[in-house]
Nanobody, 121 residues
Framework: VQLQASGGGLVQAGGSLRLSCAASGGIFSVNGMGWYRQAPGKQRELVAT???????VYADSSKGRFTISRDSAKNTVYLQMDSLKPEDTAVYYC????????????????WGQGTLVTVSS
């Protein structure tokens, strides 16, 4: 399985960025996809997830500013980030949740390498 994430970078406070992550390679099914982030010196935390049925979960810090969406046919997840704040600075990780390589294999979560988002004040 490969995860190709893109869209990170440097942006000024109040600006926007759009992250995308495409999963490919021997995927039978996926329960959901999501984004997590880890700031320097902090633990990894949830940003947002979206299920195969389109149900979304957002961290309180993301609500009203970030929007997660998904193209299930392409196993691709997007994160539109608006009104960015310096505290949003972190490495953002894409995750495939409940991935099955075949119908008889148990599901597991698969993580990407991460993409850096830096928000300057």
């Amino acid at each position: 399985v490969q995860l190709q994430a893109s869209g990170g970078g440097l942006v000024q406070a109040g600006g926007s960025l759009r992250l995308s992550c495409a999963a490919s390679g021997g995927i039978f099914s996926v329960n959901g996809m999501g984004w997590y982030r880890q700031a320097p010196g902090k633990q990894r935390e949830l940003v947002a997830t979206i299920s195969s049925g389109g149900n979304t979960v957002y961290a309180d810090s993301s609500k009203g500013r970030f929007t997660i969406s998904r193209d299930s046919a392409k196993n691709t997840v997007y994160l539109q980030m608006d009104s960015l704040k310096p505290e949003d600075t972190a490495v953002y990780y894409c995750a495939v949740l409940g991935l099955r390589r075949t119908s008889w294999m148990p599901p597991y979560d698969y993580w990407g390498q991460g993409t850096l988002v830096t928000v300057s004040s």
